[in-house]
């Protein structure tokens, strides 16, 4: 047997992807003009805006290959409010509100109702999050995309006042970290999903997905959840420390994106009920827990920290706001990362 991540013989090399980026950090950092503000390595970049009140938040990212189970499925309308989806709440986590998006579509040949399915979802989506569809590009490419096939990206672009910007510098220990429920998995992980649900357990779209009532097309296509709404709710009401968005890397490699140096999360896995579609790729792929943790986000879709007086009225606030949240850990002083524990009940 392969002593590979499971993620790795899937196709997708996490640590390579990494090593890449932290020896390009230099080279990236010499593009930038006076006007940047943030790091690389943030949900979302920070410019300035032209009045120097404001800064300016974008973000960039694809469906990846959750567009293949859309293809096998022939439903195309999700897929674009995945996309504006996932893309705003990396810049929520900075306290920013989307002002416009943009899209790209590649493909081999355009399909005009397919299209138009992928376009209904971007401006659902839009709509929801209150930002402008202002433009795009469609691009057919014959030979360069299967047959059938197409690529989605998208760019949104926000802004916050200087003065609320949340960059997690503030967190400190003891603080309370909540966590808030995702709607499966999202848009990552699924080159191992597909690996193991269709090839190793031979289950179609069709199928109902082992653990739940649902067919299978449906557990893997539900909608990336937005959390602009809860997140704006929230920060009105309480001093929020960090907003980690749970994407590729997991609570693993994503929440401490946001922690000082000097600082860990502790993370109780027991606090929230895993999806059963989580259970059934482990089980079913015999993926060892700790890359579950970091191949998908296990249920969690966006992670708060804020003091502990006030984690209680920030789970009013967000259920109130309709996100079950729940109390998942602590911040911890320590190596930053993320000890996941299991605690007695």
């Not at 089980?283 to 209680?312: H, K, L, Q």
Request: glycine share 12%.
């Amino acid at each position: 047997m392969s002593n590979q991540p499971a993620y790795t013989a899937a196709g997708v090399d996490i640590d390579a992807m990494m090593d890449v980026l932290r020896s390009a950090r230099e080279r990236i950092r010499r593009t930038n003009t006076r006007g940047v503000v943030s790091e690389i390595g943030s949900f979302g970049g920070l410019h300035k805006s032209p009045s120097g009140k404001s800064l300016l938040v974008s973000s960039i990212d694809g469906v990846g290959t959750k567009l293949q189970v859309a293809h096998l499925a022939a439903i195309h309308h999700t897929i674009g409010q995945d996309l504006v989806n996932h893309c705003v709440n990396d810049i929520v986590t900075q306290g920013a509100k989307p002002l416009f998006f943009l899209d790209y579509l590649g493909t081999s040949k355009l399909e005009p109702s397919v299209f138009s399915e992928i376009l209904e979802g971007l401006c659902i989506a839009c709509e929801k999050n209150k930002c402008a569809l202002i433009g795009g590009e469609t691009a057919e490419m014959p030979g360069l995309y299967p047959e059938g096939e197409y690529d989605l990206v998208g760019t949104v672009v926000g802004s916050v006042k200087r003065k609320n910007v949340i960059t997690g510098e503030t967190i400190r220990e003891g603080d309370a970290i909540i966590g808030m429920p995702s709607s499966g998995l999202h848009t990552n992980g699924y080159s191992l999903a597909r690996k193991v649900i269709f090839d190793q357990a031979g289950l179609t779209c069709d199928d109902v997905m082992p653990g739940t009532t649902c067919r299978v097309d449906h557990i893997l296509l539900a909608i990336h959840t937005s959390y602009l709404l809860p997140i704006q709710k929230l920060v009105k009401e309480v001093h929020v420390r960090g907003v980690a968005h749970i994407t590729g890397g997991g609570l693993t490699d994503n929440v401490p994106r946001i922690l000082p140096d000097g600082m860990y999360a502790e993370v109780d896995q027991g606090a929230w009920t895993i999806p059963s579609v989580f259970k059934f790729i482990a089980a079913a792929g015999g993926v060892p827990s700790d890359e579950m943790y970091r191949v998908f986000n296990m249920g969690i879709g966006m992670v708060v920290i804020v003091r502990p007086r006030e984690a209680e009225m920030s789970l009013k606030v967000l259920r109130a706001a309709g996100e079950e949240s729940r109390l998942i850990g602590v911040v911890r002083r320590g190596n930053r990362g993320v000890h996941l524990v299991s605690r007695p009940t």
